[in-house]
C-alpha cells in the first residue's frame, strides 16, 4: 500500500503489532515512543525481522505535549514524505478508587489516553489534508462501556476517546480523512508496566487488534466504519 503511518505507544504490545501487521501491507511506519530508546529497539525488532530498515522510522514522542507530536510529526513526514494514518495507541491504565486517587495520577491517565489523542489529532490534521486524506484511528476499550471499580479514571479516559472520535469523524468527513474508534476488550499484553502472562490464553493478543486494524483500511472509500469493538469470544468465567 506504501502508506505512511504514524503509531502512538508502539514500543510493544499492541502498537508493534500494529507496526508489524502495517508492515506486511508494504507500509511505512513511524515507531513512537515515550522515549527514543524504546522506540530504536522496538525498530531493530522489526528490522531483525526481516522489514526493510528504511521502511521504519524509530521517534521519541510524549503525547502529553503538543509540541513533541509536532516535532515527531514534522520530522516524520520530512523523512518519508507525509502522513497518510495515525494510530492513537499510547495509553496507561491502573489507577486506584477515587477516593485514594492522587491527582497527579489522575492527571497522568487523562493527559496521556485522552488529551494525547487530541494533540495527536490536532497535529495531524493538516498533514492528512496535505495528502488529500487518510485515516485516524484510536485505540479505546471496552471498559469505556462498562466501567469497573478502581478504574474511573481509565474508564472516563477511553470514554471521552470515544466520544472524541465521533465528533471528529463527521468534522473530517468531507476531507476525505476517515475516523475510527477500535474498543478491544481484555488483550494480554505488557500494558502498564505487567507482563503478558501465562494462563491468560483466553484474551485477546495484540495481533488480534492488529488484524481488527489492518481490516478497517481495507474498506472502500465509501464506506466508515466508525467504531468496532473486539472481545474474546469465549471470557475466562468468575
Same mark, same amino acid.
Given at each position: 500500500?506504501?502508506?505512511?503511518?504514524?503509531?502512538?505507544?508502539?514500543?510493544?504490545?499492541?502498537?508493534?503489532?500494529?507496526?508489524?501487521?502495517?508492515?506486511?501491507? /508494504?507500509?511505512?511506519?513511524?515507531?513512537?515512543?515515550?522515549?527514543? /530508546?524504546?522506540? +530504536? @529497539?522496538? +525498530?531493530?525488532?522489526?528490522?531483525?525481522?526481516?522489514?526493510?530498515?528504511?521502511?521504519?522510522?524509530?521517534?521519541?514522542?510524549?503525547?502529553?505535549?503538543?509540541?513533541? =507530536?509536532?516535532?515527531?510529526?514534522?520530522?516524520?513526514?520530512?523523512?518519508?514524505?507525509?502522513?497518510?494514518?495515525?494510530?492513537?495507541?499510547?495509553?496507561?491504565?491502573?489507577?486506584?478508587?477515587?477516593?485514594?486517587?492522587?491527582? /497527579?495520577?489522575?492527571?497522568?491517565? #487523562?493527559?496521556?489516553?485522552?488529551?494525547?489523542?487530541?494533540?495527536?489529532?490536532?497535529?495531524?490534521?493538516?498533514?492528512?489534508?496535505?495528502?488529500?486524506?487518510?485515516? #485516524? #484511528?484510536?485505540?479505546?476499550?471496552?471498559?469505556?462501556?462498562?466501567?469497573?471499580?478502581?478504574?474511573?479514571?481509565?474508564?472516563?479516559?477511553?470514554?471521552? =476517546?470515544?466520544?472524541?472520535?465521533?465528533?471528529?469523524?463527521?468534522?473530517?468527513?468531507?476531507?476525505?480523512?476517515?475516523?475510527?474508534?477500535?474498543?478491544?476488550?481484555?488483550?494480554?499484553?505488557?500494558?502498564?508496566?505487567?507482563? +503478558?502472562?501465562?494462563?491468560?490464553?483466553?484474551?485477546?493478543?495484540?495481533?488480534?487488534?492488529?488484524?481488527?486494524?489492518?481490516?478497517?483500511?481495507?474498506?472502500?472509500?465509501?464506506?466508515?466504519?466508525?467504531?468496532?469493538?473486539? @472481545?474474546?469470544?469465549?471470557?475466562?468465567?468468575?
Amino acid at each position: 500500500m506504501d502508506r505512511i503511518c504514524f503509531i502512538t505507544g508502539a514500543t510493544r504490545g499492541i502498537g508493534l503489532a500494529v507496526a508489524r501487521a502495517l508492515l506486511v501491507q /508494504d507500509d511505512r511506519v513511524a515507531i513512537t515512543g515515550t522515549s527514543l /530508546d524504546g522506540a +530504536a @529497539r522496538a +525498530a531493530r525488532t522489526l528490522v531483525d525481522e526481516g522489514h526493510a530498515a528504511d521502511r521504519v522510522l524509530a521517534l521519541q514522542c510524549d503525547v502529553r505535549e503538543l509540541a513533541s =507530536v509536532e516535532a515527531a510529526m514534522e520530522e516524520t513526514s520530512r523523512q518519508m514524505g507525509g502522513i497518510d494514518l495515525l494510530i492513537n495507541n499510547a495509553g496507561v491504565g491502573v489507577g486506584d478508587a477515587v477516593a485514594k486517587l492522587p491527582a /497527579d495520577e489522575w492527571h497522568r491517565i #487523562i493527559d496521556t489516553n485522552l488529551t494525547g489523542v487530541f494533540h495527536c489529532c490536532h497535529a495531524v490534521i493538516p498533514h492528512l489534508r496535505r495528502r488529500g486524506g487518510g485515516w #485516524i #484511528i484510536s485505540v479505546s476499550s471496552l471498559s469505556s462501556k462498562s466501567p469497573f471499580p478502581n478504574g474511573a479514571a481509565y474508564c472516563a479516559a477511553k470514554a471521552g =476517546v470515544n466520544a472524541f472520535s465521533e465528533a471528529l469523524m463527521q468534522e473530517l468527513r468531507d476531507d476525505k480523512i476517515r475516523v475510527s474508534c477500535v474498543l478491544p476488550g481484555s488483550v494480554n499484553t505488557g500494558f502498564s508496566g505487567r507482563t +503478558a502472562s501465562a494462563g491468560s490464553e483466553w484474551k485477546l493478543q495484540p495481533e488480534d487488534v492488529a488484524q481488527t486494524i489492518v481490516g478497517l483500511l481495507a474498506y472502500p472509500e465509501r464506506s466508515l466504519p466508525s467504531r468496532v469493538e473486539i @472481545r474474546p469470544s469465549r471470557p475466562q468465567k468468575s
